[in-house]
């Protein structure tokens, strides 16, 4: 073989192994990516989204002859979780009957099993959008720096996916989700709601059966008898229980008579010590308004319990805004004064009293999403610690309902929860013993 044929095989072999490894790579790459499918796929016009515009919620709402789509599904990922990064380019509704897109802008994509949490699906120059789901989930948007696309990444075995799209004039009536060129049938619904249907009673037993009588025979009636001596010995007992009841009884009344005047000042709005409100509907605000721009005849004292608040002056801050709700706030200001006590009573050590002022902002009529959310997580930290774990779980839909993305309490604050309810605990368990024990 001569020099020149020899280097020619050279350059061809060469070539040849570049092309297996760049082969080789881009298989691996293509069998690492993990399987996934989304089951449970719906769509339903909506009158708005809210989306996190700013550092803060917002409303958006559909063009005058637009309609808003909100298309929901379950995401399931296979293997570690993570899904993507997917161009949301190649996200978009298709026309059910001929299978062409639709004429639909995909405006917004979010998470959210109750109701969606939106990031807006156009970003800035900015760095990615990273949203911590809790439980090791993540979502995250960011944009393709070389092309400009942007680009959705999930890690969740399971996430309720959530994308809206503005449609101009009429929606079609059958409709498929495309999904990385994979198009996916949807479940069309609408704005209407219906009640459910009350079933109908199964099983029932008939009226007419009546169980048929016992007859008692004489030899029952004599094994039955109970002889005197036995007799006499249950009325002692039942007299010896009966006067040690009654002493029970004028203790307890002598000692309420002695306490009466010293009574403790949690029950002087007329609820018992160590009793602990509960969550009701009154404490389940549905939606939420905006701060107002003036806080009333009352806002210089709020401001200056906010000031107290920063320098850690736990008791003047809660004794500013009481003050300041009494002047008189604005509905939104009051909501969070509400909640900025019961921050301000919870460092003071005071668990039941930041617990009230934590139920006091959510039943305010204007509560904003800001103040809603510290006291919902608060609240459901309080009573989960407490073990009142219906009333936690409620606090819990309420944070994700506000805000889905938002962080949990800080391993500090959590730390102060718990050793308060272990305080209150111990003080009520110490309390129904010393009424349990009269003679102690």
Same mark, same amino acid.
């Given at each position: 073989?001569?020099?020149?044929?020899?280097?020619?095989?050279?350059?061809?072999?060469? $070539?040849? !192994?570049?092309?297996?490894? !760049?082969?080789?790579?881009?298989?691996?790459?293509?069998?690492?990516?993990?399987?996934?499918?989304?089951?449970?796929?719906?769509? /339903?016009?909506?009158?708005?989204?809210?989306?996190? &515009?700013?550092?803060?919620?917002?409303?958006?709402?559909?063009?005058? =002859?637009?309609?808003?789509?909100?298309?929901?599904?379950?995401?399931? *990922?296979?293997?570690?979780? !993570?899904?993507?990064? %997917?161009? %949301?380019?190649? *996200?978009?509704?298709?026309?059910?009957?001929?299978?062409?897109?639709? !004429?639909?802008?995909?405006? $917004?994509?979010?998470?959210?099993?109750? /109701?969606?949490?939106?990031?807006?699906?156009?970003?800035?120059?900015?760095?990615?959008?990273?949203?911590?789901?809790?439980?090791?989930?993540?979502?995250?948007?960011?944009?393709?720096? @070389?092309?400009?696309?942007?680009?959705?990444?999930?890690?969740?075995?399971? %996430?309720? %996916?959530?994308?809206?799209?503005?449609?101009?004039?009429?929606?079609?009536?059958?409709?498929?989700?495309? &999904?990385?060129?994979?198009?996916?049938?949807?479940?069309?619904?609408?704005?209407?709601?219906?009640?459910?249907?009350?079933?109908?009673?199964?099983?029932?037993?008939?009226?007419?059966?009546?169980?048929?009588?016992?007859?008692?025979?004489?030899?029952?009636?004599?094994?039955?008898? &109970?002889?005197?001596?036995?007799?006499?010995? @249950?009325?002692?007992?039942?007299?010896?229980?009966?006067?040690?009841?009654?002493?029970?009884?004028?203790?307890?009344?002598?000692?309420?008579?002695?306490?009466?005047?010293?009574?403790?000042?949690?029950?002087?709005?007329?609820?018992?010590?160590?009793?602990?409100?509960? &969550?009701?509907?009154?404490?389940?605000?549905?939606?939420?308004?905006?701060? #107002?721009?003036?806080?009333?005849?009352?806002? $210089?004292?709020?401001?200056?319990?906010?000031?107290?608040?920063?320098?850690?002056?736990?008791?003047?801050?809660?004794?500013?805004?009481?003050?300041?709700?009494?002047?008189?706030?604005?509905?939104?200001?009051?909501?969070? $004064?509400?909640?900025?006590?019961? #921050?301000?009573?919870?460092?003071?050590?005071?668990?039941?009293?930041?617990?009230?002022?934590?139920?006091?902002?959510?039943?305010?009529?204007?509560?904003?999403?800001?103040?809603?959310?510290? /006291?919902? =997580?608060?609240?459901?930290?309080?009573?989960?610690?407490?073990?009142?774990?219906?009333?936690?779980?409620?606090?819990?839909?309420?944070?994700?309902?506000? =805000?889905?993305? @938002?962080?949990?309490?800080?391993?500090?604050?959590? #730390?102060?929860?718990?050793?308060?309810?272990? #305080?209150?605990?111990?003080?009520?368990?110490?309390?129904?013993?010393?009424?349990?024990?009269?003679?102690?």
């Amino acid at each position: 073989m001569s020099k020149r044929s020899r280097h020619a095989f050279r350059g061809v072999a060469a $070539a040849a !192994a570049l092309m297996l490894s !760049a082969t080789a790579a881009a298989a691996a790459q293509a069998g690492s990516e993990n399987e996934w499918r989304i089951d449970s796929a719906a769509v /339903s016009a909506v009158p708005f989204i809210s989306q996190f &515009v700013g550092g803060q919620w917002v409303q958006r709402l559909p063009a005058t =002859n637009g309609t808003l789509l909100e298309v929901r599904g379950i995401l399931k *990922v296979e293997g570690d979780g !993570a899904f993507g990064p %997917l161009r %949301l380019s190649e *996200v978009g509704l298709l026309s059910g009957t001929s299978g062409v897109p639709a !004429a639909a802008e995909l405006v $917004a994509v979010g998470v959210g099993s109750v /109701s969606c949490k939106y990031l807006p699906a156009q970003l800035g120059t900015g760095g990615p959008t990273e949203v911590k789901l809790g439980a090791g989930k993540e979502f995250t948007l960011l944009r393709d720096a @070389a092309t400009g696309s942007v680009l959705l990444r999930t890690r969740a075995p399971t %996430l309720d %996916l959530c994308m809206a799209f503005e449609v101009v004039g009429t929606p079609p009536p059958a409709l498929l989700w495309s &999904v990385a060129r994979r198009p996916i049938s949807l479940t069309v619904g609408s704005l209407a709601r219906t009640a459910p249907a009350v079933p109908a009673t199964r099983g029932a037993a008939p009226a007419s059966v009546v169980p048929a009588p016992v007859s008692v025979t004489p030899a029952q009636t004599g094994a039955a008898a &109970v002889s005197l001596p036995m007799l006499w010995g @249950a009325l002692a007992g039942a007299a010896a229980l009966a006067l040690v009841a009654t002493i029970v009884l004028l203790v307890r009344r002598r000692r309420q008579r002695e306490t009466s005047d010293a009574a403790p000042a949690a029950t002087r709005d007329g609820r018992l010590p160590f009793s602990i409100a509960r &969550v009701t509907p009154a404490h389940l605000p549905s939606s939420f308004a905006r701060v #107002e721009a003036d806080g009333g005849a009352g806002q $210089a004292l709020f401001r200056e319990a906010l000031a107290s608040i920063r320098l850690g002056e736990w008791v003047r801050a809660d004794q500013l805004f009481g003050e300041a709700i009494d002047t008189g706030l604005t509905p939104t200001f009051e909501a969070g $004064a509400w909640s900025l006590r019961g #921050e301000a009573r919870l460092n003071d050590n005071q668990l039941i009293a930041a617990l009230d002022c934590f139920l006091r902002s959510l039943s305010c009529r204007a509560v904003t999403s800001e103040s809603a959310l510290v /006291s919902a =997580n608060h609240l459901a930290a309080i009573y989960r610690e407490l073990r009142l774990r219906r009333d936690a779980s409620k606090m819990e839909k309420l944070r994700v309902r506000v =805000n889905p993305f @938002a962080s949990e309490l800080s391993p500090e604050r959590v #730390e102060l929860i718990v050793r308060l309810a272990t #305080e209150f605990k111990r003080r009520r368990r110490a309390a129904v013993l010393s009424r349990l024990l009269p003679f102690r």
